[in-house]
């Protein structure tokens, strides 16, 4: 009967350790959880350095719309000035050309009169020498030019009606001349005077354009290049939203092989529970072996490979360190496990469960099991210097978050904890990974 007894605890135990043996999700999903959060930051800030690039090219399209206008009204304005310079530069031409045929004819004319002035002087000399008039000879003989001649002539009553045609004629062509001088030197300083303002404006408009030409190839650089950054930032969006939406649906896929395992976990071990009680029954129905010895004063001595003892002594708070041992090898990593019953009965932990399952085995309670964390185990105990660390210790280390991870500390730089990638399981907290991620944060309970 003890033979079977045997040999039905050795094939639950088997069963129970291939059911548990499952793989480690959680862990998994925890650091995929880590990663998506990341991405969503950093989408955060991409998308808001978009936005940026946005405004600026806004901005700077606004800008170079307004200077595009500008520049088109400067370039006309430019062609207008050109023009009028242009027509004012030919009416100078021609004006020039006015003068100086007008100057020739008042010179042709000056020379008639010149002529005619010996004319008449000899006429009065000849009127002296037969005793004419002698007021007209003195108005004659007395001007002092040709001009005052003609003046003092039209005065005298006697002239005689010859001279005095010719002298009313001369007198009318001389001054029509002059006006026209007058008139037409005065237009030449002024379309001088125009043409010297137009050069000038033109010479600004031209600097002008020039500026505003470098300033909208300015304008158009920084807008390509703020397009190039948005474009890249997008491009960057774009492959960190695919990242996240991949991070997702593994993170989906992964909580369903999870939720999977932990069904078939929990179907096996009814299976087990089951086939055991079956067998059990059937050994109990058996013909008892035929004992030869006497009947024994106490009960026997529960076998140590039998799951649950019947009898075991009392529990110790130094035994926390080693309590967990049973877990090694035969647990995995559930993100939120170890929070009922059924995932303890299967080994399904995760770090923050697992201290308080271990602590509960030696009769500390750390609080509501469907609550513990991580955050509520720091503040269960005294926080001690890590330079006083003593084997029960719990131990925080920063892995996803601030004091993401906890464990009990063994002894000789060493803890024990359910750790994502292994399960339950010993790690060195004294090099590698775990020095890396301890804080020094120790809370003795």
């Known amino acids: 009967m003890k033979k079977k007894m045997l040999l039905l605890n050795t094939t639950v135990l088997l069963g129970l350790g291939g059911v548990l043996s499952t793989p480690a999700y959680a862990s998994t999903i925890q650091d995929m959880e880590s990663q998506k959060s990341q991405i969503q930051n950093q989408r955060q800030d991409v998308q808001s350095n978009i936005q940026a690039a946005s405004d600026e090219l806004t901005r700077l399209q606004a800008e170079q719309d307004q200077m595009k206008a500008q520049l088109e009204r400067l370039t006309l304005a430019e062609e207008e000035n050109n023009k009028k310079a242009q027509k004012t530069e030919a009416d100078i031409k021609e004006t020039s050309k006015q003068v100086d045929q007008l100057e020739k004819e008042i010179k042709l004319l000056q020379e008639k009169l010149e002529k005619r002035n010996d004319i008449l002087k000899d006429r009065a000399r000849s009127m002296q020498e037969s005793g004419g008039n002698v007021e007209y000879l003195q108005v004659l003989l007395g001007s ?159 076998s140590s490979n039998d799951v649950a003892p019947t009898s075991a002594p009392a529990p110790k708070a130094s035994n926390v360190v080693t309590v967990g041992n049973r877990w090694i090898g035969n647990s995995a990593y559930v993100f939120g496990g170890g929070r009922s ?70 002894g000789g730089g060493k803890f024990i904890g359910a750790q994502s990638s292994t399960g339950v399981a010993i790690a060195n907290m004294s090099s590698g990974y775990w020095k890396q991620k301890f804080n020094g944060r120790v809370v003795r309970i």
């Open 144 to 302: 002092s030019s040709f001009g005052d001649f003609v003046d003092r002539a039209l005065a005298v009553s006697t002239i005689v009606d010859a001279d005095r045609g010719i002298l009313t004629e001369t007198k009318n062509m001389q001054d029509e001349l002059k006006t026209k001088q007058a008139d037409v030197k005065s237009k030449l300083a002024s379309l001088e005077d125009m043409k010297a303002e137009l050069d000038e404006m033109t010479v600004q408009l031209a600097a002008q354009k020039k500026q505003k030409d470098a300033l909208a190839k300015e304008l158009k650089d920084k807008e390509a290049k703020n397009e190039e950054l948005r474009a890249s930032l997008q491009s960057k969006d774009s492959s960190l939203a695919n990242e996240q939406s991949t991070l997702e649906q593994n993170i989906k896929d992964q909580k369903a092989a999870e939720e999977a395992a932990r069904k078939a976990a929990e179907q096996a071990a009814k299976e087990a529970a089951k086939k055991a009680a079956e067998q059990a029954q059937k050994a109990a129905a058996a013909p008892s072996e035929k004992a030869d010895s006497p009947s024994p004063k106490a009960a026997p001595k529960a």
């Open 341 to 410: 019953q059924s995932d303890i009965n299967h080994g399904l932990f995760d770090c923050s469960s697992f201290v308080h399952w271990a602590y509960s085995q030696v009769g500390v309670n750390l609080g509501p099991l469907g609550s513990v964390s991580t955050e509520t185990l720091k503040h269960a105990g005294t926080q001690v210097s890590s330079s006083q660390m003593q084997p029960g210790d719990l131990v925080f280390f920063d892995t996803y978050k601030k004091d993401g991870h906890v464990g009990i500390y063994v």
